[in-house]
């Protein structure tokens, strides 16, 4: 393809997602359809679906409208593109601009500036303070690609050198020691054999940094009661010898857990909701619970466009009952470990202190935040306990 007709299939696509089509869906969708189009093409329309998303306000004001067409065209703009050369008419190139598309467009300002929603935008501040502006440009950004290597299997300079003779080109993140961040050849991991072996596993620094900061005691009973695909019980696994188990209310989501711990050669037992009174209490509950997954955007930038203020509130209310029925499958001395994607002090300090509060009894014992940064994402993590007496 060339480069004009990728724009144009870019366009086609943006309108189908600003009409409602989650972009992963209209993405597949577009490549089952186009066989015409090679790899590298499918990278490229993807990159401008996702750049377009992930500064959805600012191309518009620079495209001047809020179109597939307009997006691109302030796309170009911003990346100082004629966008005559591309807007050509020609072959698969997207139609000439109009009169009123050369004269439109403006320089975007305030909240709009760092692609965010007004009534976010304080928000942000508020929880970041100087990191505000780092923040929001990150999210602009392209996410990194980490692994975290199995303990289990190997250590992380024997997964690199390993990985380097498949394609794959990765750098150790200094702050995690099991994490690698990688440069080249992100594509070829899932067909890696150290992939297919369980020895590497696909997960965010900061995800990985939360789980390595957990002190467990060996032999610890301990749930993961929001696991999702199962990617924390298993970086925990990797770590030491304990008792594990995996719930979601959703059980679908862990599909794949059983045969990814199966690789990772851990053992993991999956619960319906309906078994967990029977087989509490336990060591360690923890809830890595539906957050707006703010400090993830770059990966998902459609969420930040969908997010709402009623939303959010609704998000809150969900941890908080999350929170309390993890602590009713607790033994007296348990931990409760509350963690989500989020950087809004709504979700994360706000929560766990209304927890507190409502609780008797129980104590926010410690907490930390992992920013966005050029190797992770957005991580809050928080500790509960009874109070001893």
């Not at 004009?4 to 992963?24: N, Y």
């Not at 969708?29 to 499918?42: I, V």
């Not at 796309?75 to 190139?93: N, W």
């Not at 993890?326 to 709504?346: F, M, N």
């Amino acid at each position: 393809m060339i480069p004009g007709a990728r724009v144009s299939a870019a366009i086609s696509l943006l309108d189908a997602i600003l009409d409602g089509a989650p972009a992963e869906r209209a993405l597949t969708n577009w490549a089952r359809g186009a066989r015409y189009a090679g790899s590298g093409d499918r990278a490229a329309v993807r990159d401008h679906v996702f750049g377009a998303l992930r500064s959805l306000r600012s191309f518009a004001a620079l495209g001047g409208g809020a179109t597939g067409r307009a997006l691109m065209l302030g796309a170009l703009r911003a990346q100082g593109i004629d966008p005559e050369s591309i807007f050509t008419g020609q072959a698969h190139d997207p139609a000439p601009l109009s009169d009123a598309e050369r004269q439109g467009g403006r320089a975007p300002d305030r909240a709009e500036a760092r692609d965010l929603p007004d009534w976010l935008w304080p928000l942000f501040e508020r929880a970041l303070g100087e990191g505000t502006e780092a923040a929001a440009e990150a999210l602009r950004h392209r996410a990194p690609i980490t692994l975290r290597v199995n303990a289990r299997r190997l250590d992380r300079a024997a997964a690199q050198a390993r990985l380097a003779r498949e394609g794959i080109v990765t750098r150790p993140v200094e702050t995690v020691s099991h994490a690698l961040q990688v440069l080249e050849g992100e594509r070829r991991i899932s067909g890696s054999s150290l992939y297919a072996e369980g020895a590497v596993e696909l997960q965010d620094v900061s995800s990985q940094a939360a789980m390595a900061a957990l002190d467990l005691a060996p032999g610890a009973r301990v749930l993961d009661f929001c696991a999702g695909g199962g990617g924390k019980v298993l970086a925990l696994a990797a770590q030491q010898h304990g008792t594990w188990l995996a719930h979601d209310a959703d059980p679908r989501r862990m599909s794949d857990l059983p045969a990814r711990a199966r690789r990772a050669g851990v053992e993991v037992r999956i619960c319906e909701t309906a078994d967990l009174a029977a087989l509490a209490p336990f060591d360690v509950v923890l809830c890595d619970v539906p957050c707006s997954g703010s400090g993830t955007w770059r990966r998902a930038p459609q969420a930040k466009w969908d997010l709402t203020p009623e939303a959010l509130a609704h998000l809150c209310e969900c941890q908080q009952e999350i929170l309390r029925e993890a602590a009713g499958l607790l033994t007296p001395t348990g931990r409760l470990i509350y963690t989500t994607c989020s950087v809004l002090i709504e979700e994360n300090e706000h929560v766990t202190e209304r927890f507190s509060s409502d609780n008797p009894g129980w104590t926010r014992v410690c907490s930390r935040r992992w920013p966005i940064s050029e190797t992770g994402d957005g991580f809050f993590l928080a500790q509960l306990c009874r109070e001893t007496r």
